[in-house]
């Protein structure tokens, strides 16, 4: 059974948001990524981070995901044909209206009675109209996720209150239609934003534009110093975690807390980086006899909150399967093992992150389906080069993410650490963070590899990279800011996210049977 963690916000006089959450049962979702359009399996016994907001006034309470993968913030709406509660209002049959050839509905009626069947009780939803400090901007989204989730609706602000701590002028979307029964809190860069998006080329189009989203306005108004914000999930068997806006505690990791820069994943059409990868080096298994090297080129590495498992190329889940003398479910399940780990099996993936080294116990990547068990390594996709670490990964890392810098500092998580908090607010770099040893060492391009012929466990894989010539060691002039605070005034349109028309008439069938 899948745990949504439900989060308490805890504010005082200093810098920083303090959000500690706890575990609870919840249904299974599918896997939500907005990459494209391909569907993902259905999976059970999987984690949502979901951060519990009141909004407008007087507050209604709304449960939102948390994601790093994503940067807009929207709930569900009140008259949102897919929710339970507006099963009465479902047009007859006869009445019922086709979808076009995008595949998603724009109107109501198009939404058949079967179809209405979201409990949005469960994490509540806005109502615009009930809200006396609402204003709708009367601009449109639309985005969608690789599960076929979707959101069509309307901007607008309203004042969110984290435990107390009333934020004004927050901008959000209300979805009018959409059949996710969850809103979403991006706290990814403005360029994630749905509201910017770029083209095959490298332009954008006329509409484009950028807005403070969430992190960016907690400083604006004063409450973090830099756009910042760190995030512990511990282990699997813990109910407990935080996340903290503006600030670092120290207490959360072991080891030391290593700064990576971000890198541009798509290099061949922006010139900076536009959401929050990093680059991997190589990923290793230890055991107590041996230790293995599974790949070792230099990858872009997303690190992604919204995604429950680790997604791979297909080209690299093939050689880390060959390496383990196991084979690729074709059934999505990712890698099957030759046996499954025992309870007392103290194996390890090791991860290479710019020279600093993270070590994942096997047991947080291993699933178990009908008694096989398999790798939590899945292939994304022969259209995909871009890995992404998902939660199964994030458990056993402490990160902190500098949106200002275009940063990620990670370290090993202390699990259950018993030690008291040991809170640092952030005013310029994160502190006692330093450089990873091969910080320079940097993704620049897409390798091919069909075999393994490095080695990450030798010396030169964490040996200390000098900064290039023209680079000073105690600046990040290499790697450009893609946040800017100053005051932006926009026209509030919003254009589809990654939209891909041609990938939409293809599975407009398949949308038009599950909105019947």
């Not at 004042?159 to 996710?180: P, Y």
């Not at 770099?429 to 897409?446: C, D, G, H, L, R």
Request: aromatic fraction near 10%.
């Amino acid at each position: 059974m899948k745990e949504l963690l439900y989060f308490t916000l805890l504010a005082g006089a200093q810098a920083y948001l303090k959000l500690d959450f706890t575990r609870v049962p919840s249904a299974s979702v599918l896997e939500k990524r907005a990459d494209d359009l391909s569907p993902v399996p259905l999976r059970n016994d999987v984690d949502q981070y979901i951060v519990q907001l009141a909004v407008g006034t007087p507050p209604q309470m709304v449960s939102v995901q948390l994601d790093t993968g994503s940067a807009d913030l929207w709930f569900s709406g009140a008259d949102n044909p897919y929710c339970k509660t507006n099963k009465k209002k479902a047009p007859k049959s006869k009445d019922l209206q086709p979808v076009d050839n995008s595949g998603f509905p724009t109107n109501p009626d198009q939404i058949g009675k079967k179809a209405r069947n979201l409990d949005c009780k469960k994490y509540g939803f806005f109502n615009m109209s009930s809200s006396s400090t609402f204003k709708n901007n009367d601009t449109d989204i639309f985005l969608y996720y690789e599960d076929l989730s979707f959101v069509r609706g309307t901007w607008g602000t309203d004042v969110v209150s984290l435990g107390g701590l009333n934020i004004s002028g927050v901008n959000f979307a209300v979805a009018e239609i959409s059949n996710s029964s969850s809103g979403v809190l991006g706290v990814s860069l403005p360029s994630e934003e749905s509201t910017y998006s770029i083209n095959s080329n490298g332009t954008t189009n006329a509409t484009n534009y950028q807005y403070s989203n969430l992190p960016l306005q907690l400083k604006e108004q004063g409450i973090i110093d830099k756009v910042t914000y760190s995030i512990y999930l511990n282990d699997t068997k813990s109910k407990y975690g935080s996340i903290l806006f503006g600030a670092v505690d120290h207490s959360k990791y072991t080891g030391t807390l290593y700064t990576l820069p971000l890198v541009n994943s798509e290099y061949d059409v922006v010139n900076k980086p536009y959401e929050l990868d990093i680059t991997l080096n190589g990923i290793g298994y230890q055991s107590m006899s041996s230790n293995m090297t599974l790949y070792d080129q230099k990858v872009a590495a997303l690190i992604d909150s919204g995604t429950t498992i680790s997604e791979f190329p297909d080209e690299i889940v093939e050689v880390v399967a060959k390496q383990m003398n196991a084979t690729v479910d074709p059934n999505g399940n990712g890698i099957r093992l030759a046996k499954c780990p025992s309870k007392k099996d103290n194996a390890k993936l090791l991860f290479n992150l710019g020279g600093a080294l993270i070590y994942v116990d096997i047991k947080e990547f291993t699933t178990k389906v009908k008694g096989k068990c398999y790798l939590e390594i899945i292939p994304s996709g022969a259209e995909s080069d871009l890995v992404i670490l998902g939660d199964n990964f994030m458990r056993s890392v402490y990160t902190v993410f500098d949106l200002e810098a275009n940063e990620v500092s990670i370290a090993q998580a202390n699990f259950n650490s018993s030690l008291p908090a040991q809170i640092e607010e952030i005013k310029s770099t994160v502190p006692s963070a330093v450089k990873a040893p091969q910080y320079y060492n940097t993704f620049s391009a897409i390798a091919s590899i069909s075999s393994v012929t490095g080695d990450i466990f030798g010396p030169e894989a964490t040996a200390y990279m000098a900064p290039p010539a023209n680079v000073s060691n105690s600046s990040n002039s290499s790697n450009s800011s893609a946040v800017s605070l100053e005051r932006r005034s926009y026209d509030n349109a919003a254009t589809p996210l990654r939209l891909n028309s041609i990938i939409l008439i293809g599975v407009a069938a398949i949308l038009a049977t599950i909105f019947m």
